[in-house]
């Protein structure tokens, strides 16, 4: 596991031994992302939402951005 980050140089926000996670590859994705953030802080979730993503959802974004989507 040499992909592994020390607990002291991860942010406040992620310290700790429980998060929320899910993967995003397209922005066909991004509504139910952004509602599922919503909905975990809305019920007060004490742990953190981490979004993994690909990089081919960094092509699609940078494809909406010069196109002004």
Same mark, same amino acid.
């Given at each position: 596991?040499? &992909?592994?980050?020390?607990? !002291?140089?991860?942010?406040?926000?992620?310290r $700790? !031994?429980? @998060?929320?996670?899910? +993967?995003?590859? &397209?922005?066909?994705? +991004?509504? $139910?992302?952004?509602? %599922? #953030?919503? !909905? %975990?802080?809305?019920?007060? !979730?004490?742990?953190? %939402? @981490?979004? +993994?993503?690909? #990089?081919?959802? +960094?092509?699609? #974004?940078?494809?909406?951005?010069?196109?002004?989507?």
């Amino acid at each position: 596991m040499g &992909n592994c980050v020390p607990e !002291s140089a991860k942010p406040p926000e992620l310290r $700790g !031994s429980k @998060v929320w996670t899910t +993967l995003i590859t &397209n922005t066909a994705y +991004l509504s $139910g992302l952004l509602t %599922l #953030d919503y !909905s %975990l802080k809305r019920a007060g !979730s004490k742990y953190p %939402l @981490v979004v +993994l993503y690909t #990089d081919s959802f +960094l092509r699609m #974004d940078t494809k909406l951005w010069t196109r002004g989507e």
